[in-house]
């Protein structure tokens, strides 16, 4: 193992890549962490038990990832890029618990994964230098399927950890802001510069801790949280008077009782909702629907935007 690169250092890391006849994809977001204070803050952050198991997605040339790997963690690492998967496969053939696997995360179905992957009954992390241009949809897709993960560790582009973790009334507080802080307690650890980066990316990073919530909804009354966080944000400059009326089939006398049932004055605007106050909504909406024989199906999962 004394005989593995140092992937923290530009020079060795680029000359593994030319090993390989690899070089950086931009179009893939490929930007490699190479500072090994940050890599060992994010290691230190997820708090890894020995055999305990870990998913990191989009693992690069992976300095996250052997990090992780030399704490004999149970480590699934998964990567889009062929060539890149190749390389790790054989850069982690010393650690028998490390498996890497070439796939999109973005189509994998992730609690079957999991159940497949790690022992029944333990807790799964997920520790991921994210690339930026699946950040947002990759929480989608994790959020649509309850967050299954106790503990994530995960850097952004500094403007997505701004909208996921705003508070009502912040010009970033939107449809994503809502989700992350109904499924997760999210909070800012520590910013990351570009220099720590090769190549450097155009913004600075945040590395985000985000642990599962409690959830006050059931699965169902959840269909109906989706659909409002969705409409009412896609109108945002709109009372939720309005774009309520406009976004459900309801006249604006009913839309205008529900809010009330829901203690929310007509006037407001979706960014002053809290979590709270959308989870609240959200019930006596799908309670009235159930009760009218409309309840929300498949088709009201939102897509990210």
């Known amino acids: 193992m004394s005989e593995l690169p140092n992937l923290a250092s530009p020079r060795e890391l680029m000359l593994l890549l030319e090993r390989y006849g690899l070089k950086p ?13 940050t890599i060992r803050k994010i290691v230190a952050a997820a708090a890894l038990e020995p055999g305990e198991g870990v998913v990191e997605i989009g693992p690069g040339a992976g300095a996250i990832t052997l990090a992780m790997a030399r704490l004999q963690a149970r480590l699934l690492a998964i990567e889009l890029d062929r060539g890149l998967a190749g390389m790790l496969s054989d850069l982690l053939r010393p650690f028998p618990l490390v498996t890497v696997l070439q796939a999109d995360a973005l189509s994998i179905d992730w609690p079957a994964l999991l159940k497949r992957s790690f022992p029944p009954g333990r807790p799964v992390k997920l520790v991921s230098n994210l690339p930026y241009y699946i950040s947002a949809p990759l929480l989608y897709k994790l959020f649509q399927e309850k967050f299954p993960f106790d503990r994530a560790v995960l850097m952004f582009q500094k403007e997505v950890a701004q909208r996921l973790t705003a508070l009502p009334g912040d010009p970033s507080y939107g449809n994503l802001s809502v989700l992350c802080q109904y499924y997760t307690d999210a909070a800012i650890l520590f910013k990351v510069s570009r220099r720590a980066f090769w190549p450097s990316p155009g913004v600075d990073s945040v590395v985000l801790a985000m642990e599962p919530r409690p959830r006050e909804l059931t699965a169902a009354e959840e269909l109906a949280f989706w659909r409002i966080v969705r409409s009412v944000f896609q109108q945002r400059r709109k009372t939720l008077l309005n774009s309520l009326a406009l976004a459900f089939p309801y006249p604006r006398e009913l839309a205008a009782a529900l809010l009330d049932s829901a203690g929310i004055k007509p006037v407001r605007r979706p960014e002053t909702l809290s979590v709270g106050e959308f989870a609240t909504l959200s019930r006596i909406i799908y309670n009235y ?12 999962v939102p897509q990210p935007q």
């Open 25 to 37: 994809q931009h179009g893939l977001g490929q930007n490699f962490l190479i500072d090994g204070n």
């Open 289 to 300: 629907e159930r009760k009218n024989e409309r309840v929300a199906g498949d088709d009201d």
